[in-house]
């Protein structure tokens, strides 16, 4: 997925949203949020994030710009987005886009917000990011997860620093979110779903087999990571493709710390293992994503 869920909470004050999409959808995140069944006329309060990168925060300035609205980060990424770190984003290592912002205020671990006419905790939810935040509504027992946890998998593991501390940290996050025993969960990409242990075991089977074969993860990363160049330029020529695994920082790199291929043997792996995983397809030269961004 290019777009992340966007989570529209609305009560008496006005509303507040939850994560924002990527840039390239900005103008559908627009319309969409615009709807008589989501905001409607109702004032945005504010837009939160649960973490900082390109699928999460690219429609933040489209929609500080529409509705003047602040934006709530969290704290550990303050410094990044206030001189907009591109290092920290992912912007030139992985190829990826966000239109800048300035973030209003943070939100820090154990604090909490008001929004949807419930409360919401803040807590740590390292792995994916290592300062990604999920809200918590003990009342109802409801839990915004961003990438930290999808019905079937979890947001990519980035061996940053290493890969051994990416997985403690997504480890730790998911026997936080088991003790919490939520009775939904809102993910950050596809639906909403209530079998919490069912996708956390699903999810620590994908860890252990990162953690036993770091190779798995870095192809399982590089694969993410041209889909998601793919779902936002929606095709690349074929004839085009060595010279961007050559030119994108995040190729060289995991494939020298873990593969030691030579590119253009991974470039192809790369293609036709998303070709069979019918993620993409190859039509007049050129690669196109199976599915809308």
Partial sequence: WLNCNQIVLLDDGGGVVIDTGHSSCANETLRLIAAPENLGATPLTRVINTHCHADHMGGNAALARRYDCPIAIPAADADNVRTWNRAAFLLDYADHAIDRFDYTDTLDVGDEFRAGGFTWQELAAPGHDANALIFWCERNRLLITGDALWENGLGVMFPEPTLEHALSGAYATLNRIEALAPRWIIPGHG???????????????????????????????????????????????????????????????????????????????????????????????????????
């Fill in 191 to 293: 639906a909403p779903f209530t079998d919490a242990r069912g996708a956390i075991e699903r999810a620590r089977h994908k860890l252990d087999g990162f953690a036993a074969d770091p190779k798995k993860n870095a192809r399982h990363a590089l694969k993410a990571l041209l889909s998601f160049t793919l779902l936002a330029r929606r095709r690349m020529r074929v004839s085009a493709l060595l010279a961007y695994v050559i030119d994108v920082p995040c190729f060289r790199d995991l494939n020298d710390r873990y593969l030691g291929e030579p590119l253009a043997a991974l470039a192809e792996q790369l293609v036709t293992e998303l070709v069979n995983a019918k993620a993409a397809r190859i039509e007049a030269g050129c690669i196109t994503p199976t599915q809308a961004a």
